[in-house]
């Protein structure tokens, strides 16, 4: 065994304790979901990939923040650098977004993720850039589903008159309207204080969202009107990207990817067990529901989407196979 002298030893340890540490660039990805939800399974999917891929030289803080519209502000002037948020009020900064918030627009998780990882979606997503913001890929909330604490809704008739909090997204908003709903558009942070106090009777949420959020505890009937897809998506601030050294850039993107696959894979696992797990937590839900009258019934509603929206693309896009 070689024994060091104690001089040497004390040089060794000195030289140790004032050499720089391994420079560390820190990333702050904000979200409005718990962390054991479909977002928090994207985001920690990102920070494991990216903190791998580059031998710790980067590390990403994950943090909460229920109130989206904010956030996407943060990313926009730079005070945070990416959020993974629904494209909710994305829509307010990047209005070609809008199209994809279309009610019964996409038929089922293969079609929606299928036209997100298409061509469209690579359009839609460089449509941020022009708004000071990096869509990053496309991320999954998923379909929304009514709940209310009034009475089982079995038709669109039942919805009339109900005030249903919305996000704030005017897409959504016209649906609830025409509806004959009282839609009341307010940031996710203010939902479960709302229904407590009765400002609204209802919400709307994909299940992952309302078994993360407990929404049982608020609300009694679930109806599984699945009236819209709600995609999410990974936005970051460009400035920041840029600052990256290209081979870093590439390890994001990369780190992106693996939060698509861990976020929908969530999803679907959630989507699998969530209803029955409603049940169990004392929820009455109707399943059996006819969507081509509640289509009908946004017949105006519709006809407004083609005017106001690009309607090539919703065609297209309802179209695709
Ligand atoms: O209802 C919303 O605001 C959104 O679906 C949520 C829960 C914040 C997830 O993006």
């Given at each position: 065994?070689q024994i060091?002298?104690?001089?040497?030893?004390g040089?060794l340890?000195?030289?140790?304790?004032t050499?720089?540490?391994?420079?560390?660039?820190?990333?702050?990805?904000?979200?409005?979901?718990?962390?054991?939800?479909?977002?928090?399974?994207?985001a920690?999917?990102?920070?494991?990939?990216?903190?791998?891929?580059?031998?710790?030289r980067?590390?990403?803080?994950?943090q909460?923040?229920?109130?989206?519209?904010?956030?996407?502000?943060?990313?926009?002037i730079?005070?945070?650098?990416?959020?993974?948020t629904?494209?909710?009020p994305?829509?307010?900064?990047v209005?070609?977004?809008?199209?994809?918030?279309v009610p019964?627009?996409?038929?089922?998780?293969a079609?929606?993720r299928g036209?997100?990882?298409s061509?469209?979606g690579?359009?839609?997503l460089?449509?941020?850039?022009p708004?000071?913001?990096?869509?990053?890929?496309?991320?999954?909330n998923?379909f929304?589903?009514?709940?209310?604490?009034?009475?089982?809704?079995n038709?669109?008739?039942d919805?009339?008159?109900l005030?249903?909090?919305?996000?704030?997204?005017?897409?959504?908003?016209?649906?609830f309207?025409?509806?004959?709903a009282?839609?009341t558009?307010?940031?996710?942070?203010?939902l479960?204080?709302?229904?407590?106090q009765?400002?609204?009777?209802?919400q709307e949420?994909?299940?992952?969202?309302?078994v993360?959020?407990?929404?049982?505890?608020v609300?009694?009937?679930?109806?599984?009107?699945?009236?819209?897809?709600?995609?999410a998506?990974?936005?970051?601030n460009?400035?920041?990207?840029?600052?990256l050294a290209?081979?870093?850039r590439?390890?994001?993107?990369?780190?992106?990817?693996?939060a698509?696959?861990?976020?929908?894979?969530?999803?679907?696992?959630?989507?699998?067990?969530?209803?029955?797990?409603?049940?169990?937590r004392?929820?009455t839900?109707?399943?059996?529901?006819?969507r081509g009258?509640?289509?009908?019934a946004l017949a105006?509603?519709?006809a407004?989407?083609?005017?106001e929206?690009?309607?090539a693309?919703?065609?297209?896009?309802?179209d695709w196979?």
């Amino acid at each position: 065994m070689q024994i060091i002298p104690r001089l040497a030893l004390g040089a060794l340890l000195a030289a140790a304790l004032t050499a720089p540490a391994l420079a560390q660039t820190e990333i702050t990805v904000q979200h409005p979901l718990p962390l054991q939800s479909h977002y928090g399974a994207g985001a920690t999917a990102l920070k494991e990939a990216l903190e791998r891929a580059t031998g710790g030289r980067y590390r990403v803080t994950i943090q909460r923040n229920d109130n989206e519209r904010e956030m996407i502000e943060s990313v926009q002037i730079g005070t945070l650098d990416c959020t993974i948020t629904s494209t909710g009020p994305v829509g307010n900064f990047v209005p070609a977004v809008r199209v994809v918030d279309v009610p019964f627009l996409f038929r089922d998780y293969a079609h929606a993720r299928g036209v997100l990882d298409s061509e469209i979606g690579q359009q839609l997503l460089g449509q941020f850039t022009p708004r000071g913001l990096t869509g990053v890929v496309w991320l999954e909330n998923g379909f929304r589903h009514l709940t209310n604490s009034r009475h089982a809704v079995n038709s669109p008739d039942d919805i009339r008159g109900l005030k249903v909090r919305t996000m704030e997204n005017p897409v959504h908003m016209r649906a609830f309207r025409a509806l004959g709903a009282l839609p009341t558009p307010m940031a996710f942070s203010e939902l479960v204080p709302a229904l407590q106090q009765g400002t609204v009777d209802g919400q709307e949420n994909p299940i992952p969202v309302i078994v993360a959020n407990n929404l049982n505890q608020v609300q009694r009937f679930l109806t599984l009107t699945g009236h819209v897809y709600s995609p999410a998506l990974l936005i970051c601030n460009p400035a920041m990207l840029q600052r990256l050294a290209a081979a870093d850039r590439t390890a994001f993107q990369a780190a992106a990817v693996a939060a698509q696959r861990a976020n929908r894979d969530r999803v679907t696992a959630d989507e699998n067990t969530g209803v029955e797990e409603l049940r169990r937590r004392g929820m009455t839900v109707t399943t059996e529901v006819d969507r081509g009258r509640f289509q009908t019934a946004l017949a105006a509603a519709f006809a407004q989407y083609e005017r106001e929206l690009d309607g090539a693309l919703l065609r297209r896009i309802r179209d695709w196979r």
